[in-house]
């Protein structure tokens, strides 16, 4: 403890289906920070900006993440406004994925982030895996 660059980070996701992506951003991000904090989008929350239903329930998904060794505390994300995220926990670094990189949601809160001085960290997303990867190679079965 006390030896990385941050003290308390922060990343989200709904970490459907969990996957060597997850694994890795997770790890990566743990390699950054003393204390990692997992946002898990709740059920509610991915109806309304996925407009899908996820697999496994939050109760799953959170129990998985908070298992994972990198990972501190998990938390439920009910919200989108990263902000609000960052009034009840106080982290002064924000993790992601680079595939969200550019985009102008993600400009947008770096902007917002920043008014506050907490970083927004990306960093590399995994090649060739996501949970809709996995749901469609299912779908199309393995022979
Ligand atoms: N992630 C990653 N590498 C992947 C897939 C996901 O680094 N190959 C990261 C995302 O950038 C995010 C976190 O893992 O920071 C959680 O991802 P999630 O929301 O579960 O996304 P996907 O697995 O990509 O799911 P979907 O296909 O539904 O978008």
């Not at 970490?15 to 990566?28: A, V």
């Not at 993440?65 to 989108?80: F, L, N």
Request: proline residues 3%; charged residues 30%.
């Amino acid at each position: 403890m006390g030896n990385k660059k941050y003290k308390i980070g922060y990343t989200t996701g709904v970490f459907d289906l969990f996957h060597i992506g997850h694994l890795n951003i997770l790890k990566r991000a743990k390699d950054l920070c003393d204390y990692l904090i997992v946002g898990v989008s709740t059920d509610e929350l991915v109806r309304e900006y996925k407009h899908k239903k996820p697999v496994m329930s939050y109760f799953e998904r959170s129990s998985i993440v908070e298992a994972i060794r990198y990972v501190d505390k998990v938390v439920p994300q009910t919200t989108m406004d990263k902000i609000q995220a960052f009034k009840e926990l106080n982290f002064e670094v924000m993790f992601h994925g680079d595939d969200w990189k550019g985009t102008p949601l993600y400009d947008k809160y770096k902007k917002e982030f920043e008014k506050v001085g907490v970083k927004m960290v990306f960093l590399p997303h995994t090649p060739g895996i996501s949970t809709t990867d996995v749901k469609e190679s299912i779908q199309k079965g393995h022979s």
